[in-house]
């Protein structure tokens, strides 16, 4: 079975400070993976993926991964974030060939001024 | 990206009521469409699996009966909470699959509904 670990629940930084949110997932096989961020009391957008090629990944809003496969992580990465980037942010993974998405517990990214 | 979209976005209904919710893929087919369930300060709980056409496929412990889903057609799924109780107060949101996007889904801006 799958499982996403997203190893901080809460992630304070000050604007303009490089930030990285960490994820981890478990499968026993190919995996797509997936962040999405969460503003309140809306839906989920999807920030970027990986499915297969470069391992580094670059989406929107400046943000940008990296699929590590020895260390199955992807961890999200920003060099310099905005007070609009607060909100909460979702790693999520399903199989290659599953329609269903797993999702970690989210991390919730606070830019302080 | 292909744009989904949720109706209504808030709902307030008094318990023992049903209250549907509409989820809809504006510029693409979705075959399959996903039904999710968010606590407060919580991650998504996928309820169930919605197929164009056919029944949907629901998750270990939800209630089928309860939670009734219908997916007439390849862009509109819908979400009915049969007599509703407060306990199913909560943040639901659908997703769809763009058939040939390799596997990205889309989410919906989701739905808030309150049962008093």
């Known amino acids: 079975a799958q499982s996403v670990t997203q190893l901080d629940s809460q992630v304070p930084v000050f604007e303009e400070a490089p930030v990285e949110l960490r994820c981890n997932y478990s499968s026993s096989v190919s995996v797509y993976l997936f962040w999405y961020v969460q503003y309140p009391n809306q839906g989920l957008q999807l920030l970027l993926k990986y499915l297969s090629g470069s391992t580094l990944v670059k989406g929107i809003n400046g943000f940008e991964a990296e699929f590590n496969k020895s260390q199955t992580s992807f961890h999200l990465r920003k060099p310099?974030?905005?007070?609009?980037?607060?909100?909460?942010?979702?790693?999520?993974?399903?199989?290659?060939?599953?329609?269903?998405?797993?999702?970690?517990?989210?991390?919730?990214?606070?830019?302080n001024p | 990206?292909?744009?989904?979209?949720?109706?209504?976005?808030?709902?307030?209904?008094?318990?023992?009521?049903?209250?549907?919710?509409?989820?809809?893929?504006?510029?693409?087919?979705?075959?399959?469409?996903f039904w999710y369930r968010q606590f407060p300060k919580q991650s998504l709980m996928l309820m169930a699996t919605s197929n164009e056409g056919s029944k949907a496929t629901y998750e270990q412990g939800v209630e089928k009966d309860k939670f009734l889903i219908n997916h007439a057609s390849l862009t509109l799924s819908t979400l009915t909470v049969t007599s509703a109780h407060p306990e199913d107060s909560s943040f639901y949101i659908c997703s769809a699959r763009e058939g040939h996007s390799g596997n990205t889904i889309y989410f919906g801006e989701g739905s808030w509904l309150t049962v008093v």
């Open chain 1, 80 to 111: 310099s974030v905005h007070i609009s980037d607060t909100a909460e942010y979702f790693c999520a993974v399903n199989q290659g060939g599953s329609e269903k998405l797993v999702f970690g517990k989210g991390t919730k990214l606070t830019v």
């Open chain 2, 1 to 33: 990206g292909a744009v989904v979209s949720q109706h209504p976005s808030w709902v307030i209904c008094k318990s023992g009521t049903s209250v549907k919710i509409e989820c809809r893929s504006l510029d693409f087919q979705a075959t399959t469409m």
